[in-house]
């Protein structure tokens, strides 16, 4: 967890070694330092990857969810065949 811990310090440290000085004039405020290439061609632009941010972080933690708590307590769920054969 330490190792984890320190390597996201560096990189948030180091963010803004990512874009050269041609790119970040280019970039909205929100953008600079981050991105390479030109910025938005549009709002519109903004809205699609918040929606996929959005979409991503739920699957993300669904998943998660679905993985550390699994909710099925049906006997006759496949998992069980699966278990009760390991068992024996």
Known sequence: MKKIT???LIISIKINALACDACDKQQPKLLRGITHGSGP???WDYLIVGIMV???LYVLIASIKC???PAEKN???IKRMILNDANQ
């Open 6 to 8: 320190i390597l996201l």
């Open 41 to 43: 061609d549009s709002d």
């Open 54 to 56: 959005v979409i991503t």
């Open 67 to 69: 993985l550390a708590r």
């Open 75 to 77: 006997k006759e769920h």
